[in-house]
């Protein structure tokens, strides 16, 4: 599968990216992840991004024609992909809620764009050249980049050979919508602590395969929204 980052601060992404599960993603050819930088597709000495909002107002908006240039070079290097393989997004404060849902959709995707807003945000004009506005939360970020790492990393974990076992993905948290994944243990058995003997629960000790089952369904919880 194919990511495409535009941002203005690029090397933002590369710490991230190259590291653990997803660079093994991408040194086994699984995904790939192209970042561009917008001001390549300015015109001017100052590789202008940002303009005044009309009528006024805080901030500054990011400008629709560097966008545009970019979104249209982007999709000609792989012109070959259906447009019902590609989806283009702008990670937006007011965007549809990103879930385990919708990752499991776009993990069907061979391209993804990622547009990473900064400022004010984007000239609403951006949106007749886009197939969704994403967010990851109820809360403003001073970029889109976190929230489009935080896609890339949630399909990418989905996508077959990426994790080492998956099993994993049977029994985490929303692999069933809505429920987190039981308490999980590991050594020492007995862990001391201020003078307390914090233990493991016995029947994960037991050998007992039913018990512990029983005991982790039991251990699920709902998570609230």
Not at 80 to 91: F, G, H, S
Request: proline share 4%; with cysteine.
């Amino acid at each position: 599968m194919q990511f495409h980052l535009i941002s203005i601060f690029p090397d933002i992404f590369s710490s991230y990216l190259n590291e653990s599960i997803l660079k093994r993603a991408q040194d086994k050819k699984i995904i790939r992840c192209q970042i561009h930088n917008l001001r390549d597709w300015t015109n001017d000495k100052h590789k202008t991004v940002d303009d005044a909002p009309y009528s006024g107002g805080a901030g500054m908006l990011m400008k629709i024609e560097p966008l545009y240039r970019a979104l249209s070079d982007i999709k000609e290097l792989n012109k070959e992909i259906r447009p019902a393989k590609r989806k283009i997004v702008l990670l937006s404060a007011g965007g549809k809620k990103w879930n385990q849902s919708l990752a499991r959709q776009y993990s069907k995707l061979e391209e993804l764009i990622l547009i990473c807003g900064r400022y004010e945000g984007v000239d609403a004009r951006i949106k007749k050249f886009i197939d969704a506005e994403i967010s990851v939360g109820d809360y403003v970020l001073t970029g889109g980049e976190l929230p489009a790492l935080t896609l890339i990393d949630s399909i990418a974990r989905l996508l077959p050979g990426v994790l080492g076992n998956s099993d994993s993905l049977l029994e985490e948290s929303h692999a069933l919508a809505g429920i987190a994944e039981y308490p999980q243990y590991t050594r020492p058995e007995i862990f001391m602590a201020g003078g307390k003997k914090y233990a493991v629960p016995k029947v994960l000790l037991s050998g007992d395969h039913r018990k512990v089952k029983e005991w982790r369904n039991s251990r699920q919880k709902k998570i609230k929204n």
